[in-house]
C-alpha cells in the first residue's frame, strides 16, 4: 500500500480584494515506502502549495477546496488539528526551501532538534535528547559540538544539512524535500543530493522532492511528477519522462536542459509566461505556449484531464497524438 | 570576541556623548549672546559673598577656553588653567554650583529631588512596558479584526497628543476624585509613616497614569508591527510543522523576536520619555528633576538649568547604554557594525 | 514622477488618508482665512470688566474669553497659523539638512561619512526636550528661534534615513554600471539615487510637521514661545498658570484638541505614506492572516516567473 496518497487534490487562495485564485486544480499522486518522487516545475507553478496542503500549513488564505491526502490509508483532511499534530513530523516530515530563515536565530540548532525529540514523546529528559541531536548532526556530517551553536555560525550548506538531520529526528515515514539545493552552490548541492540519497536507502524513507532541477531528479527519482500553472501535466516514472516524454511542456523542459551527452547543443527556452491565476486561459493553461497547438478548439475551450495513456503514465493533454 | 567588541564600542560611544554633553553644556553658558553667568554675578541680587563664591568657582577672571599666551609661553599647566577647566574640575567633585534663586547648591537640589522622579518615569515606564506588550500582541493576534483597528487608532491618537494636555484632560476629568498637584497632601509628614506614603501614592497615579498611557501607545503600536513581521518569518513556519501547537509556537519561538525590537525602541524613545517627565511633573506640580528644571526656566536660574540639563543628559546616555547592552546579551547574532 | 503617481493612487484609496488630508485641509484654510473667519482681533487691546475675565461661552463669544478678556476663539484660529508656519517650515529645514548630510554621509563614506553619522547619533542620544528648552532658555524667545532648534534637532532622522538608503542603493547594479561607464559623482546621484530616496524623505517630512507642532506647543507650554504671539501652546500655557483653579474648559480644551486635530491629520497621513513607500511596512497584500500561520513559501506561487527553467 501507498504511503502517501493524495487524490484531486484542489487548493484555492482568496485574495485581499475578494479573487479567488486556483492555484491548484485536481493534483494526484501516490508515493510507496523507500521510493522518491520528484516533483518539477516552474516557480509559481503550485509545488509548495500541494507540499503545504499535504501538511495542513497553508496560510489562513489558503483553502482546500476538495481532494484526499491519504497518509498510511488515513485522509489527514479529515482528522483533527491535534491530530494532525501528531502526525507532523514523525508521520511526515519537510525540509523547507530556503533554509536560511527556517531556523530560529536566537535558538542553538541543538534546542530546536531537542525541542521535536521531546515534544513527540522520543525523549523526556534533556541530556538524552541532546546526545540523540548530537548524533543526529554527526549523521549528517555536523560535528555534534556545533549543535550549542547559533544558525547564523553555521554556513548556508550546514544549515541545510541541520534542517535535514532535525527532519529526520522522529524517523518519519515521509520526507518532503522543498527545494533543497537551492541557493548553493554546485558542491554543496551535491553533498546533499549525495546525502539524501544515502539517508533514503538506509532510512527507507518515501521522499518527495520538490524541485526546479532536472538533473537533481534524473539522479534520484523514481518518478516523476511535472506541474504546471496548479495542474499536473505528466507524471511517470523516471525513465519515461527522460526518454519518452508526452506533454509538449514536458518535452520544452527537457529541451530546456542542457546535455552533457552533447555539448554546444542550443538551449531552448519557452516564451512567454505561465498564465496568472487571476486570468486563466479558457481551455488547457498551457495552451498560450504550446509549440504543438496549431488552433485546435478542444484546447482552447477545456482544461485537459489526465489520462493514463499507458500503465503509469499519465499525461494531461488533449493533443497526445501529436508530440 | 566579536561581542566584547561590540560592547567596546558603545561604552566608547556613550562616554564619547558625555564629553560632548559636558562641553556643549559649559559653552551653551559661555557663548551664546548675554553670557547669563556675568550677567547674573553682576546682579544685585546676589550677596557679596555668593558672588565672590561663584567667581571663583567659575573663574571668572580667567580665560575661558584655553589660555593662548600661557601656551606660547610653553606654560602647558598654566595654560589649561581656565573656565572650562575649572568646570570641568567642579563637576567631578560633584559641585555643579549654586542656584541663582534659592542660593542653595545644585547638586543638593538634584539629590533631593531624583528620586521622586525616577519613581515617577519609572513606574510609568514599567507599566507603559507591560501594556503597550500586551495590547500589541492582542492587536497582532487579532489582526485585521475591529479590536485591531480600534487599538491602532487609540494609538495614533495618543500620538497625536502632547503630554502636557493630556495631563490636563485627566486633571479636568479626575478633578475632586484623585489629587491632582503635588506629591503630598500639605500636612503630612514622612514621620506619619504607612499614611504618608499611601497618599504619595494617591498623588502618584494621575501623573503615573498620565505617562503610561502615552508611553504604552507607541510601545503598542511597535510591539504589534514586530509580532506580525516575525510571524511572517519562515522560522515560524518550520515550528509549525514540527507539530507544535499555536501557544507554544508562540512562546517558544515569537516571543523573543518579537520582544527584540521593543528594547530598541525603548532606548531610541528616552528622550521622549525625559521630554515627557518634565510636562507631567509641571502639569502635576509633581517635586521631582523635571519640575525643577521648569522652575529654572521660569525664574531664568542657569546653574539649575544646566545641573539638570546635565544629570537628564547623562541618564538618558546611561540608559542607552545599557539597553545596548541588554540588547546584545539577549540577541546572539550581534557583531560590532 | 511615474513613482509619485503610483503612490498618489494608491494613497488616495487608504481611508486614513483621505481622513487626513481632509482634516488638514481644514486646518490649513482656518490659517489662510484667518483675519475673515475670526470674529476678533486677538491682538487688539480691549477695553474689559472684571466680568469679562474668564467669561463663559455666550452668543458674542462662542468660545468664551480667556484671562486677559480675549475671545478665545478668534486665538484659536489665529493660533493655527502659527503652529502650521512652524510645522511646515521647521520640517523642511530638517528635511534640507538631513538630506544634505545623509547625501553626503552615504555617497563619500569614508571618515567624512562616519564622522557625520557619529554626530548624528550624538544628537539623537541627547534628549530632545531639556536641549530645546535650555538652548532657548540662553538664547531668548521668538518664533523663528523655535522654529531653528526644532530644525536643529529633527533632522536626525531624515539624515539616517537618507544614509542608509544611498548605501543600499550605492551597491546596486544600475549604479554601478553607471559609473563603469563613467558617469560623474553628482549625475549618479541625482539620477539613481534620489528617487528611490525621495518617497522616504518626503514620509519623513511630514511625521516631523506633527512632531515639530508638538515640540512647539510644549515649548510655549513651558513659557518659552514667542511673546509676541498667541500660539496655542502658549494659550494652554495662560490657561495653566493663571485658571487651573477656574476650570474654564473654554480656555483649556479647544487649544489642546486644536493641536490634537493638526498633528492627528499630519500622523495619518504620514503613516499612510510610510505604508506606501517603505517595503517592510507593507504586509503581504494577497494574504490577511488572522491566525499565526506563516506566509512565506506562498506569496512565491502567485507571481509570473521567466519563462526559462534554472539549470545547473
Redesign the interface.
Known amino acids: 500500500m501507498a504511503v502517501l496518497d493524495v487524490r484531486n487534490l484542489s487548493v484555492d487562495y482568496l485574495t485581499d480584494d475578494g479573487v479567488v485564485l486556483h492555484a491548484v486544480e485536481d493534483v494526484s499522486f501516490s508515493l510507496e515506502q523507500g521510493c522518491s518522487l520528484g516533483l518539477v516545475g516552474e516557480s509559481g507553478c503550485g509545488k509548495t502549495t500541494v507540499m503545504l496542503s499535504i501538511l495542513r500549513l497553508l496560510p489562513e488564505a489558503g483553502r482546500i477546496v476538495s481532494g484526499q491526502v491519504l497518509f498510511e490509508g488515513q485522509d489527514l483532511l479529515q482528522i483533527s488539528e491535534g491530530d494532525m499534530r501528531a502526525v507532523r513530523w514523525p508521520g511526515i516530515a519537510m525540509v523547507f526551501q530556503g533554509a536560511m530563515n527556517a531556523l530560529n536565530p536566537v535558538r542553538t540548532v541543538e534546542s530546536q532538534i531537542m525541542e521535536v525529540l521531546q515534544l513527540h514523546g522520543l525523549f523526556d529528559n534533556k541530556n538524552g535528547a541532546r546526545q540523540r541531536a548530537g548524533d543526529l548532526l554527526e549523521m549528517v556530517g555536523i560535528r555534534a559540538e556545533r549543535g550549542a551553536e547559533y544558525p547564523h555560525q553555521f554556513s548556508g550548506g550546514m544549515r541545510q544539512r541541520a534542517m535535514i538531520a532535525m527532519a529526520l529526528a522522529c524517523v518519519p515515514r515521509v520526507l518532503i524535500a522543498d527545494e533543497p539545493t537551492t541557493a548553493l552552490d554546485v558542491m554543496i548541492q551535491a553533498q546533499i543530493i549525495e546525502l539524501l540519497e544515502r539517508l533514503q536507502s538506509e532510512l527507507d524513507l518515501a521522499l518527495v522532492l520538490v524541485t526546479h532541477d532536472l538533473g537533481v531528479v534524473a539522479e534520484m527519482c523514481d518518478d516523476v511528477l511535472v506541474m504546471y500553472s496548479g495542474t499536473v501535466a505528466e507524471h511517470a516514472c523516471s525513465d519515461t519522462i527522460f526518454n519518452n516524454p508526452r506533454h509538449p511542456y514536458t518535452q520544452r523542459l527537457l529541451q530546456a536542459f542542457p546535455d552533457i551527452a552533447q555539448p554546444g547543443s542550443q538551449l531552448a527556452s519557452i516564451p512567454g509566461f505561465p498564465p496568472p491565476l487571476d486570468d486563466l486561459p479558457p481551455g488547457c493553461r498551457f495552451q498560450p505556449r504550446c509549440h504543438v497547438f496549431e488552433g485546435e478548439p478542444y484546447c482552447l475551450e477545456q482544461h485537459p484531464q489526465a489520462v493514463e495513456i499507458e500503465p503509469d503514465h499519465v499525461v494531461s493533454c488533449h493533443l497526445v497524438g501529436k508530440a | 570576541m566579536q561581542r566584547s567588541d561590540y560592547l567596546i564600542r558603545k561604552i566608547g560611544f556613550a562616554f564619547a556623548t558625555l564629553v560632548v554633553v559636558i562641553v556643549f553644556n559649559f559653552f551653551l553658558f559661555r557663548i551664546l549672546p548675554g553670557d547669563p553667568v556675568r550677567m547674573i554675578v553682576h546682579s544685585p541680587r546676589m550677596t557679596r559673598e555668593a558672588q565672590e563664591k561663584i567667581e571663583a568657582n567659575f573663574g571668572l577672571d580667567k580665560p575661558v577656553w584655553i589660555d593662548k599666551e600661557a601656551l606660547t609661553r610653553g606654560d602647558i599647566p598654566g595654560a589649561f588653567d581656565t573656565q572650562f577647566t575649572a568646570y570641568v574640575r567642579n563637576l567631578l567633585r560633584g559641585d555643579l554650583g549654586i542656584s541663582f534663586s534659592t542660593r542653595r547648591d545644585v547638586s543638593e537640589l538634584l539629590a533631593e529631588r531624583a528620586w521622586r522622579t525616577v519613581v515617577l518615569v519609572g513606574l510609568g515606564e514599567v507599566l507603559a512596558i507591560v501594556f503597550g506588550i500586551l495590547l500589541g500582541l492582542i492587536a497582532a493576534w487579532r489582526r485585521g479584526s475591529r479590536l485591531d483597528t480600534g487599538i491602532l487608532l487609540a494609538g495614533l491618537f495618543t500620538w497625536a497628543m502632547p503630554t502636557f494636555f493630556f495631563g490636563i484632560i485627566l486633571i479636568i476629568i479626575f478633578r475632586g476624585r484623585l489629587p491632582v498637584g503635588g506629591m503630598v497632601t500639605p500636612g503630612l509628614k514622612p514621620e506619619d509613616g504607612l499614611e504618608y506614603w499611601l497618599d504619595v501614592g494617591k498623588h502618584l497615579i494621575l501623573p503615573t497614569m498620565t505617562l503610561t498611557i502615552l508611553y504604552a501607545s507607541e510601545y503598542l503600536l511597535i510591539m504589534r508591527s514586530s509580532v506580525v513581521e516575525v510571524l511572517s518569518e519562515d522560522y515560524i513556519l518550520t515550528a509549525k510543522a514540527k507539530g507544535l501547537s499555536t501557544i507554544r509556537t508562540f512562546r517558544d519561538h515569537a516571543l523573543k523576536n518579537s520582544m527584540l525590537p521593543m528594547i530598541t525602541v525603548i532606548a531610541l524613545t528616552l528622550g521622549y520619555t525625559v521630554g515627557g517627565a518634565i510636562q507631567v511633573e509641571t502639569v502635576f506640580s509633581w517635586p521631582g528633576i523635571g519640575r525643577l528644571m521648569y522652575e529654572a526656566v521660569q525664574k531664568r536660574d542657569y546653574p539649575v538649568l544646566q545641573g539638570t540639563f546635565l544629570l537628564l543628559a547623562v541618564s538618558v546616555i546611561a540608559a542607552n547604554l545599557l539597553a545596548d547592552l541588554l540588547y546584545a546579551v539577549l540577541d546572539p547574532r550581534v557583531k560590532p557594525e | 514622477m511615474q513613482r509619485f503617481k503610483q503612490v498618489w493612487g494608491v494613497f488616495r484609496k487608504k481611508p486614513m488618508a483621505i481622513v487626513g488630508v481632509v482634516m488638514l485641509s481644514i486646518a490649513v484654510f482656518v490659517a489662510v482665512f484667518a483675519p475673515w473667519l475670526a470674529p476678533y482681533d486677538p491682538y487688539e487691546r480691549v477695553e474689559i470688566e472684571i466680568e469679562d475675565i474668564l467669561a463663559p461661552p455666550d452668543p458674542e463669544h462662542l468660545l468664551g474669553r480667556d484671562d486677559a478678556g480675549k475671545d478665545v476663539l478668534s486665538l484659536l484660529i489665529y493660533g493655527a497659523r502659527i503652529s502650521l508656519v512652524v510645522g511646515f517650515t521647521a520640517s523642511f529645514f530638517s528635511m534640507f539638512i538631513g538630506t544634505t548630510v545623509g547625501l553626503t554621509a552615504g555617497y563619500f563614506g569614508g571618515r567624512i561619512g562616519n564622522g557625520l553619522m557619529?554626530f548624528t547619533?550624538?544628537l539623537?542620544?541627547?534628549?530632545?526636550?531639556?536641549?530645546m528648552?535650555?538652548?532657548i532658555?540662553?538664547?531668548?524667545r521668538g518664533l523663528w528661534k523655535i522654529v531653528l532648534v526644532i530644525s536643529l534637532l529633527y533632522w536626525t532622522y531624515t539624515a539616517r534615513l537618507v544614509r542608509s538608503q544611498v548605501l543600499s542603493t550605492k551597491e546596486r547594479q544600475f549604479v554601478l554600471r553607471a559609473r563603469a561607464l563613467g558617469a560623474s559623482n553628482w549625475r549618479n546621484i541625482l539620477r539613481h539615487i534620489l528617487p528611490m530616496v525621495v518617497p522616504l524623505i518626503i514620509a519623513q517630512a511630514v511625521l516631523d510637521i506633527?512632531a515639530s507642532i508638538?515640540a512647539e506647543?510644549?515649548l510655549s507650554?513651558?513659557?518659552?514661545g514667542d511673546p509676541t504671539l498667541v500660539s496655542w501652546?502658549m494659550m494652554?500655557n495662560f490657561?495653566?498658570e493663571r485658571a487651573?483653579s477656574r476650570?474654564a474648559?473654554w480656555f483649556?480644551?479647544p487649544p489642546?484638541f486644536a493641536?490634537?486635530w493638526v498633528?492627528?491629520s499630519i500622523?495619518?497621513i504620514g503613516?499612510a505614506l510610510e505604508e506606501i513607500v517603505n517595503p517592510?511596512?507593507k504586509?503581504?497584500?494577497?494574504?490577511?492572516?488572522?491566525?499565526?500561520?506563516?506566509?512565506?513559501?506562498?506569496p512565491?506561487?502567485?507571481?509570473?516567473?521567466?519563462?526559462?527553467?534554472?539549470?545547473?
Open positions: 557619529r547619533d550624538f539623537m542620544v541627547i534628549p530632545d526636550l531639556p536641549l528648552l535650555v538652548i532658555s540662553v538664547w531668548g506633527s508638538i506647543s510644549s507650554f513651558l513659557g518659552l501652546g494652554l490657561a495653566f487651573i476650570m474648559w483649556f480644551l489642546g493641536i490634537v498633528s492627528l500622523i495619518l503613516n517592510r511596512l504586509t503581504h497584500h494577497l494574504f490577511d492572516p488572522r491566525r499565526m500561520v506563516s506566509l512565506s513559501p506562498t512565491k506561487e502567485q507571481q509570473p516567473t521567466e519563462p526559462v527553467l534554472e539549470t545547473n
